[in-house]
C-alpha cells in the first residue's frame, strides 16, 4: 500500500546510455513532481505535472524527458546520460486546490550513478 | 524568485533536550506555505510541519513546533524532548501558490545529531 513508489530505486550505468525511472502513486492526486537531489544534499525542483499536462519545467537539459501516461504515472526518461546526472531523484505527488493540505509525498528515492 | 535559507549546517542537541533549527527566505508573495521535511539516512523524505503563510498562530505536532515570524521572514522549527530518532537532515520549504505550480523551493539542509 506504499504510496508513492519508484523503480528502480538503485541505477548504476555507464556514460551515453538511455535509462528510465518510473513513479506511480496510489493517493488519487492530480499532480506530480520529480526532483534532485545532488551530492551535496540540495534538492530542486525538476518537473511537474497536472492531469498529464506540464505546468512546470525548471531549465533542464532536454536529454531529460519526463512522460505522464495518465495521471497516476509520471516517468523520467534521460538520454546519454553524463557523470553529473549522478544524484538521486525523487518522485512526488500532491493534490492541487490550492490549500496548505497539498502535502507532497515523496516516493524514497532512486540513486542513479553513472561511471 | 522565491530562496530560502538555513544557515546552520550541523546542529547537535542531547537526548530529551530542545533544539531549534533556523531557517529564514525571501519573497514577495504575500500568500504562500513553509514545511519542515525530515530526511533520515534512508533517504526517506518525511513531512514534519507546515504553516500557513496567513495564519497568525504557529504550527505544532506533538513534540515539534514553529517560530513564525512573518515580518522577518523566519520559520525555525523547535523540537523538545529530542529522541534518537529525531537525528537526521532537516529540510526547510518554500511553496507558492497554485497559479505557481505548487513547486516547493528548498533550503540546503541542516544535519541534526542527537547524543545519548
Known amino acids: 500500500d506504499t504510496a508513492v513508489s519508484q523503480t528502480p530505486k538503485y541505477l548504476v550505468t555507464q556514460m551515453g546510455n538511455d535509462k528510465s525511472i518510473k513513479c506511480e502513486q496510489n493517493?488519487?492526486?492530480?499532480?506530480m513532481y520529480w526532483y534532485k537531489q545532488d551530492s551535496k544534499k540540495f534538492l530542486k525542483i525538476m518537473f511537474s505535472?497536472?492531469?498529464?499536462?506540464?505546468?512546470i519545467n525548471e531549465t533542464v537539459p532536454n536529454r531529460f524527458s519526463p512522460k505522464s501516461p495518465d495521471k497516476a504515472h509520471l516517468n523520467l526518461h534521460i538520454n546519454s546520460l553524463e557523470l553529473g546526472d549522478s544524484a538521486v531523484y525523487f518522485c512526488?505527488?500532491?493534490?492541487?486546490?490550492?490549500?496548505?493540505?497539498?502535502?507532497?509525498?515523496f516516493g524514497p528515492g532512486t540513486r542513479l550513478t553513472v561511471l | 524568485a522565491q530562496t530560502v535559507t538555513q544557515s546552520q549546517p550541523e546542529m547537535s542537541v542531547q537526548e530529551a533536550e530542545t533544539v531549534t533549527l533556523s531557517c529564514t527566505y525571501d519573497?514577495?508573495?504575500?500568500?504562500?506555505?513553509l514545511f519542515w521535511y525530515k530526511q533520515p539516512p534512508s533517504r526517506q523524505m518525511i513531512l514534519v510541519i507546515r504553516?500557513?503563510?496567513?495564519?497568525?498562530q504557529n504550527a505544532t505536532e506533538n513534540r515539534f513546533s514553529v517560530n513564525f515570524q512573518k515580518a522577518a521572514k523566519s520559520f525555525s522549527l523547535k523540537i523538545s524532548d529530542s529522541q534518537l530518532g529525531d537525528a537526521a537532515m532537516y529540510f526547510c520549504?518554500?511553496?507558492?501558490?497554485?497559479?505557481?505550480?505548487?513547486?516547493?523551493?528548498f533550503g540546503a539542509g541542516t544535519i541534526l545529531r542527537v547524543k545519548s
Open positions: 512526488a505527488s500532491s493534490r492541487n486546490r490550492g490549500q496548505v493540505t497539498d502535502t507532497q509525498y
Open positions: 504553516q500557513e503563510a496567513y495564519k497568525q
Open positions: 519573497t514577495s508573495e504575500s500568500d504562500y506555505y
Open positions: 505535472y497536472n492531469n498529464k499536462e506540464l505546468i
Open positions: 520549504a518554500y511553496r507558492s501558490g497554485v497559479e505557481y505550480g505548487n513547486k516547493l523551493v
Open positions: 493517493l488519487g492526486h492530480d499532480t
